[in-house]
C-alpha cells in the first residue's frame, strides 16, 4: 500500500521540523491499509503497537513524500506490518514496524 503527504508548517514541532508523531500518523496509516487489503468483510482490526525509527528530518523542504506500508506476516490473530517514508529521490526518511490486534467485526445493535 502505497499513500504520499505533503507536511506543512502546521506540522512543525518547536525546533522547526516535522513532528514525529506526523510521520507515525502516515506510517501507522500505511500500514494499516496493507492489512485492510488481507481481511474479510467480517473482519475489523485495530494497532497493538507501532515503533518508529526517525533516519533523517522532515521539513517543508523535503515536499512530498511516499509512504510505503506492507504485511510481514498474517495470522488469524495478529498481523506483523512495516512501513518505509521515504523522500522525492527515494530516501529513507523513517521505518516503522507495528503488529494488529485482528478481530470480528460486530454486527450493529449487538453488544460490544
Given at each position: 500500500m502505497t499513500i504520499k503527504?505533503?507536511?506543512d508548517e502546521r506540522s512543525y514541532n518547536l525546533l522547526k521540523g516535522?513532528?514525529?508523531?506526523?510521520?507515525?500518523?502516515?506510517?501507522?496509516?500505511?500500514?494499516a491499509l496493507s492489512n485492510l487489503t488481507l481481511l474479510g468483510v467480517e473482519q475489523t482490526f485495530t494497532t497493538l503497537d507501532i515503533r518508529i525509527n526517525y533516519l533523517r528530518p522532515i521539513t517543508v523542504e523535503t515536499g512530498e513524500v511516499t509512504a510505503i506500508g506492507g504485511v510481514l506476516q498474517s495470522g488469524r490473530k495478529i498481523a506483523y506490518v512495516e512501513a518505509k517514508l521515504v523522500d522525492p529521490?527515494?530516501?529513507?526518511?523513517?521505518?516503522?514496524?507495528?503488529s494488529?490486534?485482528?478481530m470480528e467485526r460486530q454486527s450493529k445493535g449487538s453488544p460490544a
Open positions: 503527504g505533503r507536511p516535522v513532528h514525529g508523531g506526523w510521520t507515525a500518523a502516515v506510517l501507522d496509516t500505511a500500514m529521490n527515494g530516501k529513507l526518511l523513517a521505518h516503522g514496524t507495528g494488529l490486534l485482528i
